[in-house]
């Protein structure tokens, strides 16, 4: 028997990019590890969030755990975080985020002294490291001049007080959400929409019209010029079979075929802002690979070798 | 979506009038009482006579007058400011009251009255009555006086607890009641089952009535006769009634007769209507020939025979004329709602005509528990009649005081009143007070007469703010009694036609109290003492003008005697209990439709309250007349008068329970459901949902469930953790539950915003998918998104309030302090550190004196982290003594939590599954919230919450609220214009918005599996759904043991969560094991984990109990050095019966046996074991 490699090369094109938005194509690859690098963007991608928080003074009307569940949902600015060390693993500090390895520190310092209620937000939080501070909303929505002040922490009114220290560290998505980088990541399979230009010249407008109003997602249109339906975004279909159910019920199965490319996905990021959405992928392709070699290498991988055979050789990449 | 479906539900900030609406009949209640009911009551309280046969004078006319309620106050000060507030009274643990003075008068002889005035103690006032310092305060007000915004008052702080009057239903009062009951028979030799029975509330003069009341039963006896029962001291009397009807009136028999055989007059029989047969005359010969046999003739002889007879039980009769006694018995326990003696001869005849028409069946009788005979108790009522009573009481012992103090020898000054007085206090007059406080802090009389009450137990309950819908619905429910609970009979608990629209049909809770607690629906009022305008009604004059409207109507006057014509060609017509006429059947329609636009009309005196029960003529049906009811206390709710052009806008009337059954009221659909042409509606309901409470009306689209799920939504809602307080600072509640992120559900009804459930929302929109995912949903389990729970949905916190009272201990000089020895996170006056955290065990406070070094500690129970909110301390003593604390637990959903969405879906959450795991739509991206399993759909057909998911989903995508009321195709649409438009059904309204917006008509969505990236086989049906979280919790429920106490005496484990028992393995499970065959597992949990015992047995004596070790000399044993082990001595055992340990064998056994033997050893029974070699 003849050699047989699985191998594939994955294609990435990127469609459209912002900082807090990606959309991209991949390709030649198979769904697992479509999901995979879904699943690894959500849980696996570390960033850095407040995790410790020591409250001095807090006169507020929150207690003190819903603030310091509060300040831990804030997004920090991340890029870092790739970087950091986990403090359970910092050999250079005894564990308490003091160092520079493994965690940031901030301070809030607030107190009401006016009539008006004065809110406390993420802008109020003083970081000892430049590079992780509360991500900025207007920077990324590319908006200097509005008044938006942050995330909202805590209002005060007068005489209410908060100050406390907090410590933020690394983590990652699987242990707590709030250190998950990703708002959402999702992709969906490419769909091939084959429409029998056959059987639809032979449909009346109005067949054609509602066909085209079958769809909840507009999927299909009619060509102002020709009067055929055409697919206008192929994209837009959800995969909910409106339209074959429509084309059923009319008797005119096999009008209009749609299948899913096996091999071929769209992607679409959104992240918290903690790290860019191209930052995010390129870092979860990375962690993808460190548990791929972490698999490679491990002992129980060679085992496997010999259970598996050649097999085992594909599942190393070879 | 059309716009109408969102309008009417936007909430409205800061209008709490409609739900201080639902609370308005307790608060008018203790209002009159304060304004008017304890002045009336106190001036008709019967004065007392003491004689003094020594200086020949009588003290007499001891009575009350001039009652003064102040408002609450604190002790002690003596400063400006010294007003007690409601909130004060909460955290001190102390009751909310307010002093109430009275003048007692003495009168000497003829001279002039003296008065005096008494302090009758501290009385509880209620919250935003008038005698509250919240009444009238403006939100801001409120919220400055530590209050809630929304503060609706309404219930008593009794020692820091709020306590809320519960309202019991009574029997109609006034309203002679044709009843059956068996127990009747056993009244008397020839009784019958079958009586009438009425409820007469006590009035005196100008109409005025001290809301005590007295039952009085017509009996019926086999021999055609009747008798009348009436209650004097807490015992029945029964008199024939020819005696009492004659002694109400100089009369002769030829008039009686005529009177009670004036309903069957010839030519009418079994004709409709008629009520009277030819046996009513032979019956009415009976009745007088009893009266002959007796040899009465005339009123007077009547009367002395009364007096004569019921001279021993008559109270300060004991030297009056009989004569006088026979008018006291007429007067003050017979039909005690008249004060004329020919009003009373009149009802006795018309009641006499009822039981007659009950025997002979040609009327029917009435439900006692229909509510159409019914009337309910408010605490206003009850404090003023508990009152009477103990002010009687006080008087009475007064009297017995000065009549002891005046037979001994060395007597005080019976001519001054300060002497007098001196000896009337040693009965201290400020108890009176008192035992009304202790009738609501414990909801129990403490009575003898039983006040014409069938209960003692249970009259107030603590209203729990658990969240706001549990605690709004205290003030809403009526209870039909205790004495029902104990009922086996289940025809009490009945869900009655009559009840529509008074009661909900729906929020009555499950199990034990299951239709005896009901709860009024939303616009179900109570009629009180004060008119609209907030002024107190004067019956008098009402009833003057009514019956000033009658006469102009036909009626023909009854006074002084009845006209001699009955049913059917004229009907009696009764005022509140008193016969004032009749009006021939062919006019009464006119007359009750006259009167009922009088009614409405806020020109006439007619009161918008008034009762109009008609009740037509009819083959056998209830006994036809027209009771006209005035009376407070009676449910009203608001119909629209359609026979009234509503243009005037004044089509709106309030109907009774009573008046109801004979009404014709259409829905408002438009359509005549199903009616006969013969009857066309006389009256239209307002809004179909009318017949549900509060709480039931804020289940979204309740009309398109299976109706028990939306009974148990009444339950949970009311358990739910919620938005409980906004004034949780100031508050020392014993536990509060407090949900952190609540909501407000996108899908509501316009109840929500009507009554700003905003304020206080109690859960949170999740998005729930139906899918059978892992398997961890299934058996109405549901699985979390992890995610979800950790970014803050549903986290939650117990407050719970630990309060140290230093001076309850006996040891004087306790307070709080921290020794330099004691625990150094407490800090430095012995409290805890407000944000600190605790473990479990560790102290929260330390105490000691100033005299000994120790100090003590008080420690936390439970095995919970809890973080210490709130310390707050009684500064009003020198030294700290009394502080609250406030701890809060952490409450965040773990597994084992219990969810319910708002359609009786309830389950437990079995995993917290991870968000990558979850399935995930490729569109949107969106993971659900919560799974839950599509089984939960089929058998309990919530198709609400389906509709819910819908809705929400739209509304979430056009940014707007949406109207779930129910029943809104009931309606009849605004605008002619769109009724025709628009037959679009309810989904494909919902289905459209959705459609528009790029998503499935019918709510599924495609999406795939977490952990495979591949599409799931199915579409999912997804969307939010509000959520509410229970507060049944595990960390409050769950019992682990693998070792611990053991009870002394069995040595097997202990019982109980608290004290870290066991769970018992009883007969049932052992059934099971054996059944089995499962013999090691039964070993393993009966005898080697419970109490194993290797025990010592004399095989040669066979006892178990004769065993004794001996004490081995202890020998000198050197101890060599480390590692070696001392050799251990064998133990010795000894049989004392046979004084040799020769035979001693050990055997194992539960412990538990040997305590049975020797139980059997203390009952002179030998208990032997016969050992053998297990063979």
């Not at chain 2, 004078?57 to 408002?71: A, E, G």
């Not at chain 2, 407490?826 to 407000?834: C, E, F, H, I, R």
């Not at chain 2, 609220?961 to 037959?983: I, L, W």
């Not at chain 2, 066991?1062 to 065959?1077: K, L, N, Q, S, V």
Request: contains cysteine; proline residues 5%; charged residues 25%.
């Amino acid at each position: 028997m003849e050699e047989r490699s699985y191998q594939r090369k994955p294609v990435v094109k990127i469609r459209e990019m912002k900082d807090d938005y990606m959309k991209f194509e991949l390709r030649n690859t198979d769904a697992s590890v479509a999901n995979a690098l879904r699943r690894v963007m959500i849980a696996e991608v570390p960033t850095v969030a407040i995790d410790l928080v020591e409250i001095e003074v807090n006169s507020s009307v929150l207690n003190d755990e819903f603030i310091a569940h509060r300040l831990g949902l804030i997004p920090l600015t991340s890029e870092r975080a790739m970087s950091m060390r986990f403090s359970r693993d910092c050999d250079a500090c005894d564990g308490d985020g003091q160092c520079e390895y493994c965690s940031v520190e901030f301070h809030l310092r607030a107190k009401c002294v006016v009539d008006q209620t004065l809110d406390v937000t993420s802008k109020d939080l003083l970081s000892s490291d430049h590079t992780v501070v509360p991500v900025d909303f207007n920077e990324i929505a590319g908006d200097e001049t509005s008044e938006q002040k942050g995330v909202m922490i805590v209002k005060l009114r007068r005489g209410q007080e908060l100050r406390l220290r907090a410590i933020a560290r690394k983590g990652i998505g699987k242990d707590h959400a709030k250190w998950s980088p990703a708002a959402t990541v999702t992709f969906m399979y490419e769909p091939e929409i084959n429409i029998n230009e056959d059987m639809m010249a032979r449909l009346s407008l109005e067949d054609k019209q509602s066909i085209v109003e079958s769809s909840p997602t507009k999927v299909f249109d009619i060509d102002p010029t020709t009067q055929q339906v055409v697919v206008v975004d192929a994209e837009a279909y959800t995969y909910d079979d409106e339209v074959i159910k429509k084309l059923e019920s009319m008797g005119k199965t096999g009008l209009i075929d749609i299948k899913a490319k096996e091999d071929s996905f769209i992607f679409t990021v959104e992240t918290t802002g903690a790290v860019k959405a191209s930052q995010l992928v390129l870092n979860a392709i990375e962690i993808l690979k460190q548990k791929l070699d972490a698999v490679r290498l491990s002992d129980d991988t060679v085992e496997a070798d010999d259970q598996f055979g050649e097999l085992g050789a594909h599942m190393r990449g070879g | 979506m059309s716009e109408k479906r969102q309008k009417s539900v936007c909430p409205a900030w800061g209008n709490y009038k409609e739900l201080q609406e639902l609370v308005r009949h307790h608060i008018e209640s203790f209002d009159y009482m304060a304004a008017r009911g304890l002045e009336v009551m106190m001036e008709n309280i019967k004065p007392v006579k003491i004689y003094d046969p020594a200086t020949d004078t009588t003290l007499s006319h001891i009575l009350f007058v001039n009652p003064k309620l102040q408002l609450p106050q604190k002790e002690r000060f003596r400063t400006k400011h010294n007003a007690l507030y409601p909130f004060e009274c909460r955290q001190a643990k102390i009751s909310y009251t307010g002093k109430l003075i009275a003048d007692v008068c003495f009168q000497y002889d003829k001279k002039a009255v003296i008065r005096e005035s008494f302090n009758f103690g501290q009385l509880p006032i209620m919250l935003k009555s008038s005698l509250c310092y919240l009444r009238g305060a403006d939100p801001k007000k409120l919220v400055s006086l530590k209050e809630e915004s929304a503060e609706l008052g309404g219930y008593f702080v009794l020692n820091g607890l709020e306590r809320v009057a519960r309202p019991l239903i009574l029997q109609k009062a006034n309203y002679p009641m044709s009843t059956v009951r068996d127990s009747f028979r056993d009244r008397r030799e020839g009784f019958t089952d079958k009586a009438v029975v009425i409820r007469c509330l006590r009035e005196f003069q100008s109409s005025l009535t001290d809301q005590s009341s007295l039952t009085v039963k017509l009996y019926y006896l086999r021999n055609g006769s009747a008798r009348l029962g009436f209650w004097i001291q807490g015992r029945e009397y029964l008199v024939p009634v020819g005696i009492v009807l004659k002694a109400f009136i100089e009369t002769y028999d030829q008039e009686i007769y005529q009177q009670l055989t004036s309903c069957n007059s010839d030519g009418h029989e079994k004709g409709k209507g008629a009520v009277g047969s030819q046996l009513v005359g032979e019956r009415a010969k009976i009745i007088l020939e009893e009266v002959r046999d007796l040899s009465l003739f005339t009123q007077d002889d009547c009367l002395r025979h009364i007096g004569e007879h019921f001279k021993p039980v008559m109270e300060g009769f004991e030297n009056e004329e009989p004569l006088n006694v026979g008018h006291a018995v007429l007067k003050n326990y017979i039909f005690v709602h008249l004060t004329n003696y020919d009003d009373k001869f009149n009802l006795l005849i018309f009641m006499l005509q009822k039981l007659f028409s009950l025997i002979d069946q040609t009327s029917s009788l009435d439900n006692p528990d229909a509510l159409q005979n019914q009337e309910v108790l408010l605490p206003g009522h009850i404090i003023t009649i508990y009152m009477k009573e103990k002010l009687e009481d006080w008087l009475r012992k007064a009297k017995k005081l000065v009549q002891d103090e005046l037979a001994k020898p060395n007597r005080f000054n019976f001519l001054s009143v300060p002497d007098v007085k001196k000896i009337i206090d040693r009965n201290p007059s400020s108890q009176i007070s008192s035992a009304v406080e202790n009738m609501l802090k414990t909801g129990r009389l403490a009575t003898q007469t039983g006040l014409d009450l069938h209960q003692r137990a249970g009259l107030t309950v603590q209203a729990e703010r658990l969240n706001y819908l549990r605690f709004l619905s205290f003030f809403r429910a009526v209870h039909r009694g205790a004495t029902f609970a104990g009922l086996r009979t289940t025809s009490v608990r009945k869900l009655l036609p009559e009840s529509w629209g008074f009661l909900c049909p729906v929020h009555t809770p499950d199990g034990e109290p299951c239709g005896l607690l009901n709860h009024m629906t939303y616009c179900c009022r109570v009629t009180s003492f004060f008119d609209p305008e907030g002024g107190v009604k004067d019956f008098f004059e009402i009833r003057k003008s009514i019956l000033g409207v009658l006469s102009g109507l036909g009626m023909a006057p009854s006074f002084p005697r009845l006209a001699a014509s009955g049913p059917p060609q004229a009907l009696s017509v009764l005022l509140d209990g008193r016969v004032v006429g009749s009006i021939r059947s062919s006019e009464v329609e006119k007359v009750v439709s006259k009167l009922r636009r009088l009614k409405v009309s806020a020109a006439s005196m007619i009161p918008n309250d008034l009762e109009v029960g008609y009740v037509p003529l009819s083959m056998g049906g209830a006994y036809p007349g027209l009771f006209l009811f005035t009376s407070p206390s009676r449910f009203v709710r608001p119909v629209r008068n359609i026979t009234i052009p509503p243009e005037d806008g004044r089509d709106i009337e309030l109907i009774g329970p009573f008046e109801q059954v004979f009404m014709e009221i259409r829905c408002p659909d438009g359509g005549n459901g199903g009616r006969n042409d013969a009857f066309p509606a006389t009256h239209e309901e307002i809004h179909p949902t009318a017949m549900l409470s509060v709480v039931a009306n804020l289940t979204p689209w309740s009309d398109h469930n299976q109706s028990p799920r939306n009974m148990y939504q009444c339950q949970m809602a009311k358990q739910t953790m919620g938005y409980s307080l906004q004034a949780l600072r100031y508050r020392a509640d014993q536990k509060l539950y407090h949900l952190q992120t609540p909501q407000t559900p996108i899908v509501r009804t316009s109840t929500y915003a009507k009554y700003c459930i905003d304020e206080y929302p109690t859960g949170t929109n999740a998005i729930v998918a139906v899918l059978a995912y892992t398997g961890y949903d299934m058996e109405d389990a549901m699985i979390l998104n992890k995610s979800s729970v950790e970014r803050g949905m549903c986290h939650g916190t117990i407050y719970q309030t630990e309060t140290v009272d230093l001076t309850e201990d006996r040891t004087a000089g306790q307070m709080f302090m921290r020794s330099s020895k004691g625990p150094k996170f407490l800090d430095v006056d012995g409290l805890p550190y407000v944000g600190q955290i605790l473990q479990p065990d560790e102290p929260y406070c330390s105490f000691g004196n100033t005299i000994e070094p120790k100090t003590r500690v008080f420690k936390r129970k439970g095995s919970e982290t809890v973080v210490v909110d709130y310390v707050a301390v009684d500064t009003k003593k020198k030294k700290l003594q009394k502080a609250n604390i406030r701890f809060r637990h952490p409450r965040n959903p773990i597994i084992g939590d219990k969810f319910s969405s708002r359609h009786g879906q309830k389950g437990v959450c079995s995993q917290l599954w991870p968000d990558i795991d979850m399935p995930f739509s490729g569109a949107t991206g969106m993971r659900p919230d919560l799974i839950i399993n599509p089984h939960a759909f089929p058998s309990r057909m919530t198709i609400g919450m389906l509709l819910e998911s819908l809705a929400a989903k739209g509304g979430a995508l056009n940014g707007k609220f949406v109207d779930a009321t129910p029943f809104a195709s009931s309606v009849k649409k605004d605008d002619a214009g769109c009724t025709k438009s628009e037959p679009k059904s309810l989904v494909d309204d919902l289905g459209e918005a959705l459609k528009s917006h790029g998503f499935n008509y019918h709510g599924v969505e495609v999406l795939y599996s977490g952990v495979y990236g591949t599409e799931l086989t199915c579409e999912i049906f997804i969307g939010p759904v509000y959520y509410q979280r229970l507060r049944h919790m595990v960390s409050d429920k769950f019992q682990v043991r693998s070792t611990g106490v053991v009870d002394q005496v069995t040595r097997q484990p202990i019982k109980g969560r608290k004290r870290g028992g066991g769970i018992r393995f009883g007969e049932m499970e052992r059934d099971a094991m054996i059944a089995h065959g499962a013999a090691y597992l039964l070993h393993d949990r009966l005898h080697t984990c419970s109490d194993y015992h290797i025990a010592d047995v004399c095989s040669i004596c066979g006892s178990v109990l004769t065993t004794t070790f001996i004490q081995p000399h202890k020998k000198m044993v050197r101890v060599g050095g480390f590692g070696q082990v001392p050799p251990q001595n064998p133990k010795k055992v000894l049989c004392q019966a046979c004084k040799t340990s020769k035979g001693m064998e050990t055997v194992a056994m539960p412990y538990v046996f040997k305590y049975l033997a020797s139980e059997l050893a203390s009952m002179n029974i030998k208990m032997t074991l016969n050992l053998s070699d297990g063979a």
